[in-house]
């Protein structure tokens, strides 16, 4: 294993988050709220949806960390979005990025550009979109990727030496690198494809981790091992789709150290 996989504790990681209660603000979609919502409950974590301009400065200041997601974008969001990142960039709170279909629209691509330069703790997202926010793709069909992890390999390299942060990449194998080092996280389940919000979500633990751990690396991947590990386990007993989501909520809050240490890790 690489020295990157081996500074990784996974164990440890689970034990900080259940023992911390991290409180996460997230501005994301309407689309995914309750879901991100759970799922960070679910995890032990606390979630909070404060999206109003007059707070979210305010609020993005004493939280544990701060989710950033640009699906459902609009004008009071966006200021909203930028309020909460500079706040959260002076008060060194750990923030995460999610360039939800960024390079296809106009809009939100121009806002991701804004919100990048002030320093997320990790950029989120699939391949698609990490290559447009870094300038090497227009960006994939819709919220969905026309590439591949490895595709946005040298493109989440280039970002996170620009952002001095993480950038992950999901994937059937995620990618997570820091710019030096790169972990790849395996295993998971086709079904969180087919699962509206579980990459919204995904993006709400990567925050928590981030604030449970103290390391941006450390939380993007634990991040990561917990939501493949939780998956594998919710599709052992769904018979589908609409029998998945639920069943994964409940594994995301079975997953305890021993488990989360047996992800699937893998040396770049």
């Known amino acids: 294993m690489s020295s990157a996989v081996e500074t990784i504790d996974l164990r440890a990681a689970r034990e900080a988050l259940s023992a911390s209660t991290p409180l996460v603000h997230c501005l994301t979609n309407t689309v995914v709220q309750t879901l991100t919502a759970n799922a960070l409950l679910a995890v032990g974590a606390a979630p909070a949806m404060v999206d109003a301009p007059q707070e979210a400065g305010d609020f993005a200041a004493v939280a544990s960390a701060v989710l950033i997601n640009v699906g459902t974008v609009h004008e009071r969001t966006a200021e909203a979005m930028r309020l909460a990142a500079r706040s959260a960039r002076a008060a060194g709170t750990p923030w995460v990025l999610d360039p939800v279909a960024v390079g296809g629209l106009a809009y939100r691509t121009q806002l991701a550009a804004e919100l990048v330069e002030l320093a997320p703790a990790v950029v989120r997202g699939n391949a698609s979109e990490v290559m447009a926010l870094a300038g090497a ?77 103290g390391d941006a690396l450390t939380g993007a991947v634990a991040a990561h091992a917990h939501v493949a590990v939780a998956a594998e386990r919710a599709a052992r007993t769904a018979a589908g789709p609409g029998t998945f989501a639920p069943a994964w909520l409940d594994a995301l809050d079975a997953v305890g150290p021993d488990e989360l240490a047996g992800a699937d890790l893998r040396s770049a």
């Open 137 to 213: 793709g227009a960006g994939g069909r819709g919220v969905d990727s026309t590439a591949g992890a490895d595709d946005a390999a040298a493109a989440a390299t280039a970002l996170a030496a620009r952002t001095g942060g993480v950038v992950a990449v999901s994937g059937e194998v995620d990618l997570i690198t820091d710019g030096r080092r790169t972990v790849r996280v395996g295993g998971g389940s086709l079904l969180l494809t087919r699962t509206t919000g579980a990459g919204c979500a995904l993006g709400a633990l990567v925050a928590a981790y981030v604030a449970a751990t």
